[in-house]
């Protein structure tokens, strides 16, 4: 089972090993927190169509949250539309582009043919990025725990990142204040800062749009009393879409 290489990784489709535990086991993995630190409520935020992915497309924490295409190559077992999977997870084997949970293993399958793919436990599928669409949930930010470990130290986790981009810079200040602190990724979707100051904060953010970076801004994204645990709408909604020279391949191959 070859790899078809090209130089559009992420927007191109080609031939890949999807490895599928026989067990329930690979399921609930995907469900821990994993490399993106989703959490162990990941289920409830994204579904039960999650994927562990390869360091090129986890992209050391950029790619979380990422949604892909995905359909395998055997059209009697299969469907053509396949399934839509969000990368929640790292995949550090790289034997396969992508380690499906179970639900979105099965759910490329032909009516009645479910069981017959998970016998394979391994199949050829081709993929592609797709936008992401959350139903209109605007992106939202949680406070980690670890936000009281120490004075001025918060970190947030990005939750809903909608369209087809990711975060690639993070500043946040007090609100109706000019004076920006910078925010570091520390681990996947989170991200920190020693320096958070108090009261109402805002954040602006650098998503990949077009063919360059866009910035976001999000004036009310937690009150002055924000609490650990808590996940906070920052009213923003993104549904950019990134393009990388590879404006040709949806016509090419996904027919």
């Not at 570091?184 to 108090?198: E, L």
């Amino acid at each position: 089972m070859g790899l078809q290489n090209n130089l559009c990784l992420l927007l191109n489709l080609f031939l890949i090993s999807i490895y599928f535990s026989t067990t329930n086991a690979c399921d609930r993995c995907l469900h821990q927190t994993g490399a993106c630190r989703y959490g162990s409520s990941v289920t409830s935020i994204y579904g039960s169509h999650l994927a562990a992915a390869i360091p090129e497309i986890y992209k050391s924490g950029s790619g979380c949250g990422a949604c892909f295409q995905v359909r395998c190559k055997d059209g009697n077992l299969c469907t053509k539309a396949g399934t839509q999977v969000i990368v929640t997870d790292l995949n550090k084997n790289n034997e396969t582009d992508f380690v499906q949970s179970g639900r979105a293993f099965m759910s490329m399958a032909n009516k009645g043919m479910a069981q017959n793919l998970l016998k394979l436990g391994v199949t050829d599928v081709e993929y592609k990025r797709v936008p992401c669409n959350y139903q209109g949930k605007n992106l939202s930010v949680r406070v980690e725990e670890e936000s009281t470990q120490k004075p001025n130290y918060l970190a947030l986790k990005f939750l809903y990142q909608g369209g087809q981009t990711e975060i690639v810079g993070v500043d946040i200040a007090q609100a109706d204040s000019s004076i920006w602190t910078y925010m570091t990724r520390i681990n996947g979707a989170v991200w920190d800062t020693s320096r958070a100051p108090a009261g109402p904060l805002q954040l602006r953010l650098v998503v990949t749009s077009g063919y360059d970076g866009k910035w976001i801004w999000a004036k009310s994204a937690l009150p002055a009393d924000w609490k650990i645990g808590h996940v906070y709408d920052t009213g923003v909604q993104i549904d950019d879409i990134a393009q990388e020279g590879c404006g040709e391949c949806d016509e090419q191959i996904w027919k």
